[in-house]
């Protein structure tokens, strides 16, 4: 049921699931042999609710603190008592009708979302297309750095190296286009490739140059 309780049940999930445990323990009419009341169950051990010791004592402070349940300790082990039905009733009554409609619409609903899954999949196998985010092979960039004027041996290999080394990240991105990166990386060659007659603007060494390919 949607309700404020609810909500904060959500937010903790093993105060959720101690209510849900009480929820399920929990009696629905006065039984005078144990002395439980509707309501009412007992705990056990914590680790058989399936929490650890600290979640458990969280868990039940949570519950008291927004008046769920309340705990007491006795001589049989502690008794769990629920205080509001917003979120579980006990005693709400499923008809035979409602029984079976739900179960058809929750087969429905199972079915559609299979056919709606399997369509998915498909989709995506008809439009995954190769990543572009890293090379296939040295053999790929060499001949690219080559169609761009770079085809120098091994330079197809230092390019790999460097971000595999570092990741194929730029910064703090990750490289989601290695080509894109790639012709960065070419203009940083430049300097290197260019004539003497462009020298009092470009007279950086290959040492300076390789220096800045670390920042890319």
């Known amino acids: ?61 949570q519950l008291s603190d927004w008046n769920l349940a309340t705990f007491k300790g006795t001589n049989k082990g502690t008794v769990g008592t629920l205080l509001n039905t917003k979120v579980y009733d006990i005693n709400e009554e499923v008809s035979d009708e409602q029984e079976v409609s739900q179960k058809t ?3 429905r609903a199972s079915d559609g979302q299979a056919t709606t899954n399997k369509e998915c999949n498909n989709q995506e196998g008809k439009e995954k297309k190769p990543s572009k985010a890293k090379p296939s092979s040295v053999d790929e960039v060499q001949n690219y750095f080559a169609e761009k004027g770079y085809g120098e041996s091994g330079v197809g290999q230092r390019f ?23 012709r960065t990386w070419m203009q940083r060659m430049q300097p290197v490739k260019q004539s003497a007659t462009y020298a009092p603007q470009n007279t950086r060494t290959e040492e300076q140059i390789k220096n800045d390919w670390d920042l890319l």
């Open 105 to 107: 619409g929750n087969r």
């Open 160 to 182: 790999i190296d460097h971000y595999d080394s570092i990741g194929w990240k730029r910064g703090k991105q990750t490289v989601k286009d290695w080509k894109a990166t790639a």
């Open 1 to 61: 049921m949607r309700s404020e309780e609810s909500e904060f049940l959500l937010k903790y999930p093993n105060a959720n699931h101690l209510f849900m445990v009480m929820a399920f323990r929990a009696r629905r009419t006065d039984h005078p042999m144990n002395g439980l009341k509707a309501g009412q169950c007992f705990l056990g051990d914590y680790s058989s609710i399936g929490l650890t010791e600290r979640q458990y004592r969280t868990a039940k402070k």
